[in-house]
Nanobody
Framework: QVQLVESGGRLVQAGGSLRLSCVLS????????MGWFRQASGKEREFVAS????????READSVKGRFIISRDNDKNTVYLQMNNLRPDDTAVYYC??????????????????WGQGTQVTVSS
């Protein structure tokens, strides 16, 4: 059974940076595209970024483009989300998810089969 565990979320000041990690177990990371989503309190979960199996193509939401970078290390079964120039409206629980295809870039949540439990990111002004 595939399991995804996120880490790295914490309280940070506006303008700061964080790197989130997502470790996959029970499967082979290189077989799938991966994505990051987030859900702010009282709002629907939204797409943040995705990356194909090889790491050579990515997709980012307009709201994070130029600030967030998604990457992966298949040897470590880990996906990363580097978040720079954080803003208070980036505050949310961040989730990683496994796409059902190796080349899928989303952003439809229905195309992702497995989800982590989430990690809280809070950005103070």
């Amino acid at each position: 059974q595939v399991q995804l565990v996120e880490s790295g979320g914490r309280l940070v000041q506006a303008g700061g940076s964080l790197r989130l990690s997502c470790v996959l177990s029970g499967g082979t990371l290189s077989s799938y595209a991966m994505g990051w989503f987030r859900q702010a309190s009282g709002k629907e979960r939204e797409f943040v970024a995705s990356i194909i199996w090889s790491g050579t193509r990515t997709r980012e939401a307009d709201s994070v483009k130029g600030r967030f970078i998604i990457s992966r290390d298949n040897d470590k079964n880990t996906v990363y989300l580097q978040m720079n120039n954080l803003r208070p409206d980036d505050t949310a629980v961040y989730y990683c998810a496994e796409h059902r295809h190796p080349y899928g870039l989303g952003p439809s949540q229905g195309d992702f089969d497995y989800w982590g439990q989430g990690t809280q990111v809070t950005v103070s002004s």
